[in-house]
């Protein structure tokens, strides 16, 4: 079984949908998760953390379940602008990050 | 402003060469990364560097080299034992508290091509 493991997609949504990604992690032992957002032919950049108790920026909230061991990340009111590859990552014992493959998102006109 | 400066973003290499790519951060972080991205795949981890003069290989090591001499800058060579080095490498840098990450900040990243 992977460490991470993301449904890579793509989930194409029309403009002002809400979508959702689920992530699911091995070690139960992680501490630390986040979202991170990648373009076409870019660098990776941090969307959010994720917190146990959940957290919200705007249109997208994130979600932690320690029980199940999964993140999610909700997106509502989707813009074309949002359209990219959503990466959920997770610490491997210190220092390390463990990356998913990405989920693909392409909002629709 | 703080950041992690990759060059160059392009680069072409001969077979048979080697070749380094620069990483320099003014952040002041502790740890610093290679990933290489294949279009379509994930990012996989070359090396890592928790301090200075000590490194660790990641999961596809082989063919690489890097030198950790400062805080600052975390060189890669891609060796001409890399049999297949086309490919975007990230390089990336971190803070933790103990096993409590607070995510990366990466690099723009370089895009090298074999000729």
């Known amino acids: 079984r992977k460490e991470v493991e993301q449904d890579p997609g793509p989930f194409n949504v029309p403009e002002g949908a809400t979508v959702a990604f689920n992530c699911t992690y091995s070690?139960?032992?992680?501490?630390?998760f986040f979202w991170y957002r990648q373009d076409c032919r870019k660098e990776p950049k941090l969307l959010m953390s994720v917190y146990s108790s959940g957290n919200e920026d705007g249109r997208f909230t994130a979600q932690l379940n320690r029980a199940s061991q999964y993140i999610s990340l909700l997106i509502r009111d989707s813009k074309l602008s949002d359209s990219a590859t959503y990466l959920c990552v997770t610490t491997s014992g210190t220092y390390k990050y463990i990356f998913g493959t990405g989920t693909r998102l392409k909002v629709l006109a | 402003d703080g950041g992690i400066t990759q060059s160059p973003k392009y680069l072409f290499r001969k077979e048979g060469q080697n070749v380094t790519l620069s990483c320099e951060q003014n952040l002041n972080h502790d740890a610093m990364y290679w990933y290489r991205q294949d279009p379509g795949q994930g990012l996989r981890l070359i090396y890592y560097s928790q301090i200075v003069n000590d490194f660790q290989k990641g999961d596809i090591a082989e063919g690489y080299s890097v030198s950790r001499e400062k805080k600052e800058s975390f060189p890669l060579t891609v060796t001409s034992a890399q049999k297949n080095p086309t490919a975007f490498y990230l390089c990336a840098s971190s803070i933790f508290e103990g096993a409590l990450g607070y995510g990366y900040t990466f690099g723009s990243g370089t895009r090298l091509t074999v000729v």
């Open positions: 070690n139960s032992a992680s501490q630390s």
